[in-house]
C-alpha cells in the first residue's frame, strides 16, 4: 500500500511538472553603460533549410491542374441537323453533368452515362466488359417513348382477293422510332414507369409520373438534385408543364418520421406553392433543382415537402397539387469540416512564402513537444510500475473464495474484492468431531 501510494505522488509531481506555464520569451531593453548611451544589439535570424517532400507537392500540383481543367467550361460546337439545318450547340453543365457535349467520332458501347440515386442526385456509370458482354450498358427504353400507328391490310393488298374473302382484313400495329436529335445530346437517364417506385404504407400507390427522387428521399441543402418525370404520362397536346413545391404539416403523432405514409397518416399540404419553376419543355423529362436555405429555418432543420407537375392545359385555379404528387424531405445537413490537411497546407504556403522572400522560419517550437510527449510518458511509466507491483503481491492474494455471482436470493451480495487472504488458517485439530465419536 505505502509502494502504491509512493508511485501516486511521484505521478502527480511529475505531471505538475509537466503541465506548467512555460512563458514566452521576450526581447527586453539592452543594459546602458556609462561609456555608450544604449547599445544597439542586433539579433540575426536563424536559418534552416525546409524539407520538402518533392512527391508530395508535384501531386498537390497535379491536383491542381486536374480541377482548374475540369472547371473550365467546355467549348461549343457546330453540327447539322435534318440534313440542311446547321446550328450551333452550346454544352452546359449542370452539378457536374455535361448536358449537349460533342459526341466521339466512334463508339464502342462502352461510353459512360448518368444515372441517379434514389434522392436523384447524379452517378456516373462506366461500362466495362466481361466474358465477352458489356456490363452496365446504357439503358434501353423499349417502345416507352414510341409512338405505335395500326396499319390495317385489304385482301387485295394481301393478294388474297381471288379467295373469295373480300371481308378479311389484317391489322398490325407498327412503332416508330423517336427523334434522337435533341435526345442523343442526353447523358441522363430517362424516366419510364419500369423506374416507378411504390409509395404508401402498402406500397401499393403508384409515384407516377415521377422517377427521381423517390418519395420519402432526403435532399441536403444547397446541393443539385435532378426531378425526372415520364412525358408520355400527360397528353400529346401537353408541351410545357410547372414544378410545384409545397410543405406539408405532418400529423403530431407521426412527425419526423422517414417513411413514407405522411400523407396516409394525416398530413396535410399547405394551400400555396412555396416554390413554382418556370415552364418547362414536357419532353425534356427533367428539372435541376437546388435546395434554397431559405426553405428552412433554424427551428425547423426538416421540413415535408410535396413535388407535383402541372400541364400547361391546366389553368392554376384547376390545378390540384395532390392529384400527382410525392413526398421528399428536405434537411440542413450536416457540416463536415475536413482540417486533416490544414497542417499540411500551412506548410505549402509557408514554403512557398520562403522560396520567394529568402526568409525560412526558425522550426517548430520543441518546447511544446515535450510538454505534450510527458504526461503519457508518466502514465506509461506508472502503469509498468503497477503491474511489477501486482506481480510481486500475486503470491499473497487468495481469490478462491469468491464466487460468480446468482441471479436471485441473498447470493447476490457480494463486497468488493479483498486484496488479502480470508481464508481460516486451522492450526490445531479437530478434537470437537472425535469428542462426539466417544
Known amino acids: 500500500m505505502k509502494l502504491s501510494l509512493a508511485i501516486s505522488l511521484f505521478v502527480s509531481v511529475i505531471s505538475a511538472a509537466a503541465v ?4 514566452e520569451p ?5 543594459p546602458v553603460t556609462s561609456d555608450s548611451g544604449a547599445a544597439t ?31 473550365s467550361k467546355p467549348k461549343a460546337w457546330m453540327r447539322v441537323v435534318y440534313s440542311t439545318k446547321t446550328e450551333r450547340v452550346i454544352p452546359t453543365v449542370i452539378a457536374g453533368v455535361t448536358f449537349s457535349a460533342k459526341p466521339p467520332a466512334t463508339t464502342d458501347g462502352l461510353e459512360p452515362w448518368i444515372s441517379l440515386n434514389k434522392d436523384g442526385s447524379p452517378k456516373t456509370i462506366k461500362p466495362d466488359i466481361k466474358n465477352g458482354r458489356i456490363r452496365k450498358p446504357s439503358p434501353t427504353y423499349g417502345t416507352w417513348f414510341q409512338t405505335a400507328s395500326t396499319i390495317v391490310y385489304t385482301p387485295e393488298e394481301m393478294g388474297l382477293e381471288h379467295l373469295g374473302n373480300e371481308d378479311e382484313v389484317h391489322e398490325e400495329v407498327v412503332y416508330q422510332e423517336e427523334d434522337q436529335t435533341y435526345h ?10 419500369d423506374y416507378y417506385k411504390l409509395k404508401g404504407v402498402a406500397k401499393d400507390q403508384s409515384p407516377e409520373p415521377f422517377c427521381f427522387p423517390q418519395d420519402s428521399a432526403q435532399l441536403k441543402q444547397e446541393k443539385t438534385y435532378f426531378v425526372t418525370w415520364f412525358s408520355r404520362f400527360f397528353a400529346p397536346e401537353v408541351k410545357n408543364v410547372k414544378l410545384h413545391l409545397t410543405y406539408v404539416k405532418e400529423h403530431h ?14 398530413g396535410q399540404a399547405h394551400a400555396n406553392s412555396f416554390f413554382t419553376s418556370d415552364w418547362i419543355e414536357n419532353d425534356k423529362g427533367f428539372y435541376p433543382l437546388t435546395i434554397d436555405p431559405e426553405w428552412l429555418t433554424m427551428k425547423e432543420p ?50 512557398d512564402k520562403a522560396d520567394i522572400d529568402g526568409v525560412y522560419d526558425e522550426g517548430p517550437n520543441m518546447e511544446k513537444y515535450l510538454i505534450m510527449m510527458t504526461m503519457p510518458t508518466c502514465v506509461a511509466i506508472a502503469g509498468l510500475l503497477m503491474y511489477f507491483f501486482v506481480m510481486v503481491n500475486k503470491k499473497n492474494t487468495d481469490l478462491s473464495h469468491l464466487r460468480p455471482k446468482r441471479a436471485l436470493g441473498r447470493l447476490t451480495n457480494h463486497r468488493r474484492i479483498p486484496f488479502a487472504k480470508k481464508k481460516k488458517q486451522e492450526t490445531e ?3 470437537s468431531d472425535m469428542n462426539k465419536l466417544d
Open 184 to 193: 442523343s445530346l442526353n447523358p441522363l437517364i430517362r424516366c419510364t414507369p
Open 253 to 266: 403523432m407521426y412527425k419526423g418520421t422517414k417513411r413514407s405514409e405522411v400523407m396516409d397518416k394525416g
Open 26 to 30: 521576450h526581447i527586453t531593453s539592452a
Open 429 to 431: 485439530l479437530p478434537l
Open 41 to 71: 544589439i542586433h539579433h540575426e535570424k536563424r536559418y534552416k533549410n525546409a524539407i520538402i517532400n518533392k512527391e508530395y507537392r508535384e501531386k498537390m500540383e497535379a491536383k491542381k491542374k486536374a480541377a482548374e481543367s475540369t472547371s
Open 302 to 351: 426538416f421540413r415535408k415537402v410535396m413535388l407535383s407537375l402541372q400541364p400547361d392545359n391546366v389553368s392554376d385555379e384547376d390545378f390540384d397539387p395532390q392529384a400527382n404528387f410525392i413526398v421528399i424531405e428536405i434537411a440542413k445537413g450536416a457540416k463536415v469540416g475536413k482540417e486533416h490537411l490544414l497542417d499540411l497546407k500551412k506548410l505549402e504556403e509557408k514554403w
Open 20 to 23: 506548467q506555464h512555460v512563458p
